[in-house]
């Protein structure tokens, strides 16, 4: 019974519940009626085939980002940069893609942005892998403080003619990129009416792979020494080192892929503030799902489809959408605040 | 020139008040142990409160009371969680963020809806220091939270040090709390007046950007400054006067991306606004001086360990 109670899935649903109820009384503050609200919310979730693909497109993003934390976090790293990683695989990946010719074959187009979108997330997370290797630095600061770099890197290129904005025609040219050429755009899978993309396939496969390599595989073994004890791990002959700067790429790699596919997802161009905080988003799934990949897309749907709600709830209810952020940030509170019992359960 | 410069400096100095008092309160915690990343949370809901309640009462002085109270809420939430629950202080911090956020961008649809000015707080000009050429319409043409800001600012630089007992007890508990336990100090104690000092200075630093700074309230008015004040402790290698010195220089580096323009410069504002994460990066890497983070920071702390 005392076992059950302490379930993380019995504490997730009464967390939800109370984050619900105060959802409700958001809207009711508003002058909308719960059921109204509630339709609403649905509706934006999956009420349609657009509503169920742009769903599914966000929880890719978050999806992937925190695929990516759980890598490092096996390695006993905490990477909280997920956020400047997207922006500066988001501006890599625009980059690659702008450079192609107007006519590249899909085939190429999407791998080349996809390739240069985790490259450039990669090496952002390596500055932090390599502090922490060479010097001791806290990989929880420095991929901190590089968010903020890399909003600015993203910042400077969009404004810059010279780096990676549109050509300035007139006053009212927006700071942001061309569009990507046909060819570099990620082809739409499923129902035509759904803006569902290959990012779903991609996320849910970076998900399988990073469990089957954790699992099964030496690498994932010795990732998972050295979270255990580096010590022990560099004793044992394993280099710590290039496992830590290792498992910090590949987090980084992953954020950064994601924001080359947010780029190429409609409306196709690299502007600021399109990551949306998704990065931070995506960590607080990471952390939440605590190692387990099913948690991983299993948190990254929820708050995929509370967001589009959230979006839905706004233009149809008249609710702001500030409300679905309360509740959303609620719900990730109480369930940050419960695992002192779920872990008490566990041993 | 000489114009542009105290322009300049008058500018970073009044742009340095917030982070000043917000990273006041930051560094105590962090030395204590706990990563604030909610003080941008803190700040944020504290210049909300601060906004209602000068509207409400009509009283600038009431909404400062306000920011306080609402910057202490927030706080209290953090320490709770992270202290006696002992939650991950990243996603606590992060989600306290969104959450304040959320609910003060709510809030103002509700409240603020006719977008009119607020009582708030006018400059006070000292006689005779603020005709200091340079500085003294820096230093001494502040409003009367600005000077509130480098007296707090200083009292917890100095008050706070390893001169006095509470300073050194502050540092055992964020180096290592199971000694610090040990030797008899109240860790969780001193650990939720860190947080509570944090949210009580939090909560003025944003009463100062609503009610000092533009005598309104508009979402997501602290746009970052939290965070920045975070990143300033940081560059502050978790000492005071180095990290009064990163709050000023932050400061003046906000004000020349609106003076650069002002002086035929073109500087891309995206390089100016990086700079001090730039900067804090080269200190915490030990790249500029020997930086050392307190050894327990983030650590939650359970005597059964």
């Given at each position: ?325 309360v509740v959303q940030s609620l719900l990730v509170l109480l369930i940050a605040a419960s695992m002192i019992w779920t872990r008490k359960g566990a041993? | ?104 961008t709510y809030g103002a649809r509700l409240l603020f809806t006719d977008g009119s000015s607020l009582e708030g707080f006018a400059a006070l000009p ?180």
């Open positions: 019974m005392i076992a059950a109670v302490r379930h993380p899935v019995f504490v997730g649903a009464v967390a939800a519940i109370v984050a619900a109820c105060a959802g409700l009384l958001l809207a009711a503050g508003a002058g909308t009626s719960p059921a109204v609200a509630v339709d609403a919310l649905v509706e934006g979730m999956t009420g349609t085939p657009y509503a169920i693909g742009s769903s599914l497109n966000t929880a890719a993003v978050l999806a992937l980002i925190a695929a990516g934390f759980t890598v490092a976090y096996r390695a006993g790293l905490v990477n909280v940069g997920g956020e400047g990683q997207l922006c500066v695989g988001g501006v890599t990946g625009a980059a690659a893609g702008l450079a192609l010719p107007q006519g590249v074959p899909g085939w190429i187009g999407v791998p080349v942005v996809l390739i240069a979108g985790f490259a450039g997330g990669a090496a952002w997370a390596s500055i932090a892998g390599l502090l922490k290797a060479k010097r001791g630095t806290s990989e929880v600061i420095t991929t901190l403080l590089l968010n903020f770099v890399g909003a600015g890197v993203l910042a400077l290129a969009v404004h810059e003619e010279a780096l990676l904005r549109q050509p300035v025609t007139s006053a009212e040219t927006l700071p942001q990129s061309a569009p990507l050429p046909p060819g570099a755009r990620l082809p739409l899978i499923g129902s035509i009416e759904s803006p569902a993309t290959l990012i779903v396939v991609l996320a849910v496969a970076a998900a399988l792979i990073v469990a089957l390599v954790l699992r099964h595989t030496p690498t994932g073994l010795r990732l998972t020494a050295v979270g255990h004890s580096p010590a022990a791990s560099a004793r044992l002959g394993l280099g710590v080192a290039r496992l830590e700067v290792g498992g910090l790429a590949v987090a980084g790699g992953l954020a950064g892929a994601a924001g080359a596919c947010l780029v190429a997802t409609a409306p196709y161009v690299l502007a600021e503030h399109f990551s949306s905080g998704y990065g931070f988003t995506g960590l607080v799934v990471g952390l939440l799902a605590r190692g387990s990949l099913t948690a991983v897309l299993a948190i990254a749907l929820l708050f995929g489809l509370l967001t589009n709600g959230g979006i839905n709830l706004q233009l149809a209810a008249g609710v702001p959408a500030a409300s679905v952020q041993r | 020139m000489s114009a542009v410069l105290e322009e300049i400096l008058s500018g970073g100095v009044r742009l340095a008040a917030p982070l000043l008092l917000a990273s006041a309160g930051e560094l105590v915690s962090e030395r204590a142990g706990v990563l604030n990343l909610s003080v941008e949370g803190m700040m944020l809901t504290g210049a909300f409160a601060g906004a209602a309640g000068a509207m409400v009462t009509g009283s600038a002085v009431a909404g400062v009371a306000c920011a306080l109270v609402a910057g202490l809420l927030v706080a209290l939430i953090q320490a709770i969680l992270s202290v006696t629950l002992r939650a991950d202080q990243i996603v606590t911090g992060i989600t306290a963020n969104a959450l304040a956020l959320g609910a003060t000292i006689p005779v220091l603020s005709e200091i050429p340079l500085i003294g319409p820096a230093l001494f043409e502040q409003t009367a939270l600005g000077y509130l800001a480098f007296a707090v600012a200083a009292a917890l630089a100095f008050g706070l040090s390893r001169r006095f007992t509470w300073g050194l007890a502050i540092d055992a508990v964020g180096e290592d709390t199971l000694t610090a336990d040990r030797c008899g100090l109240p860790v969780r104690l001193i650990r939720y007046a860190a947080v509570l000092l944090t949210g009580a200075t939090a909560g003025l630093a944003g009463a100062d950007l609503a009610l000092a700074e533009v005598h309104a309230f508009s979402d997501n008015i602290t746009g970052g400054v939290g965070y920045l004040a975070v990143v300033a402790v940081i560059a502050g290698r978790w000492r005071a006067w180095p990290t009064v010195l990163a709050c000023l220089f932050f400061g003046v580096a906000q004000a020349l991306q609106f003076a650069a323009p002002a002086v035929g410069l073109h500087v891309p504002a995206p390089l100016l606004v990086t700079i001090p994460y730039v900067i804090a990066l080269l200190a915490v890497s030990g790249l500029v001086g020997r930086s050392r983070a307190p050894s327990g920071l983030t650590v939650p702390f359970a005597r059964t360990a």
